[in-house]
């Protein structure tokens, strides 16, 4: 399942953009989604390579990640369990992880905080059991995303990233490092105060001056949205074709489409968003829309 992907870049008509590329990373499975799949890649290579096969992770109630986990140890002949944070809900994404086969373990807050200390109460006695940490962070992630920048074909000005922990970013960055590109890479964090970000990246990686967080798009913080949000979201992808979930990429190409306005991005420079999926992320905010 890791060997062929389908990941275009095509260009898209976003006014005043004139050179607008997006990385279709969200074509590469519908479940297993744009950078989760890119993850989870030499994560799964690893469990496999140990001879794991069963996979145990953590995520919230609507986590990308836990349906990507869900669908890939499937798809691979493995089985997997998460710890979902908070109580027992039913939701869209935990039914998909559950027609996969995970098994949930609702988790209150407080034990789901240590999640080495979970993973050794119920499976410190299994061997065949396998810890993929919260949304999959890991230096294995990190060079399965760094894989993006190899596949593209001409260079870019600049690259746009959203960021939840900030493996992705790590591994994007590592990538231009890797080619010695000269592109500028802006990572815009989803969450709160998230300078944090920053060291995140460096455990993987060499910070360099190649990199921006942009750290004012995160409208209130974790899964936050505001009416202009919304409004940017349906606005977008009424004129581009493009869907985007309200957690992410919207804030994302916000951040590019707000860059461009204060003079920071030109028009005719050479813009590649990376679209990371999680549409699925729609289905948790219906009601703002
Ligand atoms: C998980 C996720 C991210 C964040 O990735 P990190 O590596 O945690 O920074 C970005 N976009 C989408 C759509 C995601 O599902």
Redesign the pocket.
Known sequence: MFEEIYSPVQKITFAPFNNLFVKRDDLIDPYI????WR?LKYILAKAKAENKTHLVTFGGPYS??LVATAAAASRSGLTATAFVRGEEVKNEMLLLCSLFGMKLIFTDRESYRDKHQLFDQYFASNAQAFFINE?G?SVE?TIGCAEVIEELAEPYDHIFC????????AGLLKGIQQHNLNTKLHIIPVLKGASFIKDEIAKYTPLSNQLTLHLDYHFGGYAKTTPELIDFIKTFTAQTGLLL?P???AKMFYAIRDLQQKGIIGTDEKVLAIH???LM?LFGMKDKF
Not at 162 to 169: E, I, L, R, V
């Open positions: 989604s744009g950078n989760k993850k990308n990640h949304g962070a992630a959203a960021a939840g922990t900030g493996t992705t970013a979930d957690v992410y990429t990371t999926g999680g992320g």
